[in-house]
Nanobody, 117 residues
Framework: QAQLVESGGGLVQPGGSLTLSCAVS????????MAWFRQAPGKQRELVAS???????AVVDSMKGRFTISRDNAKNTVYLQMNSLKPDDTAVYYC???????????WGRGTQVTVSS
């Protein structure tokens, strides 16, 4: 059974940094495309960044230059490095594992990121 467990969230001041981790088990991690989504209060869940099974990263335009996604197949873990955080980045951040063009998809439970002074 797939398990995705996010960690690294918390309270950070504007301009600060956080690194989120998502530890994955129960699936063949290296064959899955991975992604980070976020959902702010009262808003729809939105894509933040993705990284393919072949290790090709992509970050949503509005977050390029501040967020970096990476994966470590030896540790079955995907990361989201977030710099220059803004109050608008406050959200629950979710880890997602999927096989593109298929219905196979798994989600973590999320980790809260709060950016506030």
């Amino acid at each position: 059974q797939a398990q995705l467990v996010e960690s690294g969230g918390g309270l950070v001041q504007p301009g600060g940094s956080l690194t989120l981790s998502c530890a994955v088990s129960g699936i063949l991690f290296r064959t899955f495309d991975m992604a980070w989504f976020r959902q702010a209060p009262g808003k729809q869940r939105e894509l933040v960044a993705s990284i393919s099974a072949g290790n090709t990263p992509a970050v949503v335009d509005s977050m390029k230059g501040r967020f970096t996604i990476s994966r470590d197949n030896a540790k079955n873990t995907v990361y989201l490095q977030m710099n220059s955080l803004k109050p608008d980045d406050t959200a629950v951040y979710y880890c997602n594992a999927h096989v593109t063009f298929s219905a196979v998809e798994y989600w973590g439970r999320g980790t809260q990121v709060t950016v506030s002074s």
